[in-house]
């Protein structure tokens, strides 16, 4: 993990000082909001993902930053508005915007986050770079309407279940990997290699993520035990416990679900046996598999600092403990 | 008027077949609420302004929808976070769109509409059109934001009332005139004599908007008369009635719509002042000096059809009953 390390070290000062410049140029209220999302961490994978690509396919100007920082607005936007939708009380470990600032405020900044990532991408005058960003914010919108949708009727199904997480979280990690494919003006299959990439490891994350949730004291992810479950959301490590068990358990839990009538103990009980079954650890192995998918679509490329670091990324999202 | 007329019945349906189309590409949800809002109706004054600026600049290809529907689609994203952000219940004389189908799904419907709008700018390989876009959304998002600060803390400040009719008004229109002369490959020159128009007709738009609602009855308009002081809103009628009264009485008003403890006499007696003075009317003069202006911004283009169209479009805002 030496050369990713070293990297995000280099190059993280100028992504969040960049950041702090195009949000202290927004005004008033908006500029309020945008830097309270953007002071409350992240670990700025979206940005990276673009300049480690465009350096990859050759790219060696230095004007990078405000395509990369599109991606961690267009990010930042969408925690906006989903954690306003979702009534989350945490961000990180801060408190959620919308408490802070209001329900308003929130929502309009988000838009205007949005937009700003639209401007920045469009300063190149590739028009390339957005088409990308609109199809990332595009995605990312309807695969949160997608686990809307399954949240009010979850199943077992893993295809759906499949389809949700690439909507929500890898589409918009896919979008950062093209922006920098065609930053560097890569070819279109050279770009579609960056952008299966993405997707993988895209996907990888969220199983990681997904696998979290069950198994992570709150202290260290700043959000509670199980929350997913408690919120009714159906992901991996229990649609894995419900395959292994009897059909009339899972239905009986599955309607709890839906009706929001899982009992404090009965979530207990669901919890220990996702344990017992390691069906946390076992959502990490699938993650896993992701992750070879994705060091394969590098096979291609030159072997130059960045692809060494896009290696060590991918391998970095399974061991993540937070 | 008969250009004006002309035109849009030989145009509208085009554009609206073309609003139909993508609409319907969209997936499940994000698909209905579109719907909603596109159906709802709507004069489609931007597309048309769009449409009219590139053939005044010579454009001949007939591939306008998608840029011209582009900021009909911001336009209904706008409305549907506005919608939801302001409780309204009724658009255009139907239920708004986050009662029939949630907030969620109207928050993400609305991002998903932005999203789609860019993604139509970008269809043309232009990047001065994903700028444009950009810069469209981001002025109207600051100006909803602006609205609700003057809102929370109303005076009788003109230039602040003009800052913010033309974020959350005057700029989309500006936007769709720019839009049309990029797309006709405008000079910096000519478009900003296009924006100019836009402006100046988006802000007497505005105008008689704000004139319209103290003076119509809610059948026509589909909203309830004086809504806007019975949210608190301060606009021209208001500001010139408390311009010519005295001091005390326009404090204690003021004062009424921060707490909002304005009761429902308050609320009649102020409006039948505005009758009495006539400040719908004068504010409409207020909207003709605009529109004079917006029509000095053509006096450098060829004399086409579309140049005595946009004439008619000008003079037509001040002609609004509803």
């Not at 992570?216 to 929350?227: C, Q, Y």
Request: glycine content about 8%; hydrophobic content about 40%.
């Amino acid at each position: 993990m030496e050369d990713l390390l070293r990297y995000f070290q280099r190059e993280l000062p100028g992504i969040n000082d960049f950041l702090d410049k195009e949000a202290d140029q927004l005004s008033g209220l908006v500029r309020d909001v945008a830097k309270h999302i953007i002071g409350s961490g992240g670990k700025r994978i979206r940005p990276m993902m673009t300049l480690l690509f465009a350096r990859a396919f050759g790219y060696g100007k230095d004007d990078y930053h405000a395509i990369a920082c599109a991606l961690e607005l267009l990010h930042s936007a969408t925690l906006l508005h989903d954690d306003y939708l979702d009534d989350a009380e945490l961000r990180r470990g801060k408190k959620a915007a919308h408490l802070v600032f209001g329900r308003t405020e929130t929502i309009l900044a988000g838009d205007a986050l949005l937009a700003l990532a639209n401007e920045m991408g469009a300063r190149y005058g590739n028009s390339r770079l957005s088409w990308l960003l609109a199809r990332g914010i595009m995605e990312t919108a309807v695969g949160e309407i997608e686990e809307i949708a399954f949240s009010r009727n979850p199943s077992l199904d893993r295809a759906t279940y499949m389809e949700i997480i690439i909507g929500k979280t890898a589409r918009l990690i896919e979008c950062a990997c093209r922006c920098g494919a065609a930053l560097a003006g890569a070819t279109p299959e050279q770009e579609d290699a960056a952008g299966r990439y993405g997707l993988n490891v895209g996907i990888a994350f969220q199983l990681v993520d997904d696998a979290l949730d069950y198994a992570s004291p709150t202290s260290e992810t700043g959000k509670p035990e199980g929350g997913d479950l408690k919120e009714g959301k159906v992901t991996l490590p229990l649609i894995l416990l419900m395959e292994d068990g009897d059909e009339a358990g899972s239905e009986a839990l599955l309607d709890a679900l839906k009706e929001k009538s899982l009992s404090e103990a009965q979530c207990e009980d669901v919890l220990a046996q996702v344990r017992e079954g390691r069906y946390s650890d076992k959502t990490r192995e699938e993650a896993a598999r992701y992750v070879e998918k994705a060091k394969a679509c590098l096979d291609g490329l030159d072997s130059v600092e960045e692809v060494a670091v896009l290696k060590q990324a991918a391998d970095f999202v399974l061991t993540r403990t937070k």
